[in-house]
């Protein structure tokens, strides 16, 4: 089954950290744009951060810049959100989308495959 499967979420008090996991299962990541999003109750659903799949380059919603990081091991076929310095704010469901544009999946959130989320909950 071809399918992207997230992991990481949890409870965090403000100011601490998670590390959210992307592992695709029954295809590989090469050639695949990678992109994190998330979706608080009663809000839309919007991007948080993107990787290319050729060189690397990444983009930042304005909300998390400085904080999250977006990286890919190629080895284990997975792609990372580590997120530091959580906010209340940050409180949402957290989704990774693969599409081989960029474009596509960053701006327009079209996405090839999608995984099922997973929660992150910030409060004290």
């Known amino acids: 089954q071809l399918q992207l499967v997230e992991s990481g979420g949890g409870l965090v008090q403000p100011g601490g950290s998670l590390r959210l996991s992307c592992a695709a299962s029954?295809?590989?990541?090469?050639?695949?744009?990678i992109g994190w999003f998330r979706q608080a109750p009663g809000k839309e659903r919007e991007g948080v951060s993107c990787?290319?799949?050729?060189?690397?380059?990444?983009s930042y919603a304005d909300s998390v810049k400085g904080r999250f990081t977006i990286s890919r091991d190629k080895a284990k076929n997975t792609v990372y959100l580590q997120m530091n310095s959580l906010k209340p704010e940050d409180t949402a469901v957290y989704y990774c989308?693969?599409?081989?544009?960029?474009?596509?999946?960053?701006?327009?959130?079209?996405?090839?495959?999608w995984g099922q989320g997973t929660q992150v909950t910030v409060s004290s």
């Open positions: 989308g693969a599409h081989p544009s960029r474009v596509a999946l960053c701006l327009g959130q079209v996405g090839d495959y």
């Open positions: 029954g295809f590989s990541l090469d050639g695949f744009a």
């Open positions: 990787i290319s799949s050729g060189d690397g380059s990444s």
